[in-house]
T-cell receptor
Framework: TQLLEQSPQFLSIQEGENLTVYCNSSSVFSSLQWYRQEPGEGPVLLVTVVTGGEVKKLKRLTFQFGDARKDSSLHITAAQPGDTGLYLCAGQETSGSRLTFGEGTQLTVNP | DAGVIQSPRHEVTEMGQEVTLRCKPISGHNSLFWYRQTMMRGLELLIYFNNNVPIDDSGMPEDRFSAKMPNASFSTLKIQPSEPRDSAVYFC??????????????FGEGSWLTVV
């Protein structure tokens, strides 16, 4: 199983601040996904990146896939309390559908 | 459209009892996944099926765990006998394609299991 490490594990910031969450692995993935999970619910897909070096934007969220397809980052600009949640990265193994999740980053944005 | 439907949402059971968790995937999806989430270990893949056939069950903890998918619209995850360390949130998820890079996996709301 290919492992994904996320950092930081916990992040508490004030509304309006910027933040970056990192997802790293020593393995290559065919694609990488970012999910957001709220209490009492299942993870919900935010974005999928497939090509090395790819950058995708979703409003105030910017996702980047590393050139070597081993790492990814999520940057949030001007964070809002509604961004609070558990952010999970997940790498899809090159051999098939198996999706390996990172441990998650618990983000709290204080008003 | 109905998403992935799981039942029960919450279950509290005594150690040694059998637990059966149920899942109805999204209609038309041919891959189904069972995940377990705990604070200590995060989200772990237990088993996944493609076209009702188990493809990878290497994440199933031990023989006390078993999963079946008798048809395209139903799957069960059974724990017998249950132990306190099995307490976790169990998620079922489904997706449209197998082996397609970047396919979207849709999660249910989870079954919260507490074994006392």
């Amino acid at each position: 199983t290919q492992l994904l490490e996320q950092s930081p594990q916990f992040l508490s910031i004030q509304e309006g601040e910027n933040l970056t969450v990192y997802c790293n692995s020593s393995s290559v993935f065919s694609s990488l996904q970012w999910y957001r999970q709220e209490p009492g619910e299942g993870p919900v897909l935010l974005v999928t990146v497939v090509t090395g070096g790819e950058v995708k934007k979703l409003k105030r969220l910017t996702f980047q896939f590393g050139d070597a397809r081993k790492d990814s980052s999520l940057h949030i600009t001007a964070a809002q309390p509604g961004d609070t949640g558990l952010y999970l990265c997940a790498g899809q193994e090159t051999s098939g559908s198996r999706l390996t999740f990172g441990e998650g980053t618990q983000l709290t944005v204080n008003p | 459209d109905a998403g992935v439907i799981q039942s029960p949402r919450h279950e509290v059971t005594e150690m040694g009892q059998e637990v059966t968790l149920r899942c109805k995937p999204i209609s038309g999806h041919n891959s189904l996944f069972w995940y377990r989430q705990t604070m200590m270990r995060g989200l772990e893949l237990l088993i996944y099926f493609n076209n009702n056939v188990p493809i990878d069950d290497s994440g199933m903890p031990e023989d006390r765990f078993s999963a079946k998918m008798p048809n395209a619209s139903f799957s069960t995850l059974k724990i017998q006998p249950s132990e306190p360390r099995d307490s976790a949130v169990y998620f079922c998820a489904s997706s449209l394609a197998h082996g397609y890079s970047g396919n979207t996996i849709y999660f249910g709301e989870g079954s919260w299991l507490t074994v006392v």
